[in-house]
């Protein structure tokens, strides 16, 4: 499926296409990549639009499962345990 196309599908599609939820696809994106992503390599990775995967960050915020921040021009999503502001992270 051509990558514009990917970013009009529902979260629906996207599990049919991935075989994983998009807040599925997000945690294990974060653990494979040592905790943490910027937000538009996210978007890149899963193919989602970028207002769809800031939805989806939303609610992975709200259940503590994500933490986002400013970093840059741009933001950065982290899992808690890697967040870098947090003390006693590297």
């Not at 599990?15 to 294990?28: E, N, Q, Y």
């Not at 994500?66 to 999503?77: C, E, I, K, P």
């Amino acid at each position: 499926m051509p990558r514009d196309a990917r970013r009009n599908e529902s979260r629906a599609g996207f599990a049919v296409r991935t075989g994983r939820t998009p807040s599925r696809f997000v945690l294990d994106s974060l653990q494979e990549h040592g905790g943490r992503l910027r937000q538009t390599e996210l978007a890149d990775r899963s193919g989602l639009h970028p207002e769809t995967l800031s939805a989806i960050l939303a609610e992975l915020e709200s259940e503590e499962a994500v933490v986002r921040f400013r970093a840059g021009r741009g933001n950065l999503v982290s899992l808690p345990e890697h967040d870098p502001r947090s003390t006693g992270s590297a």
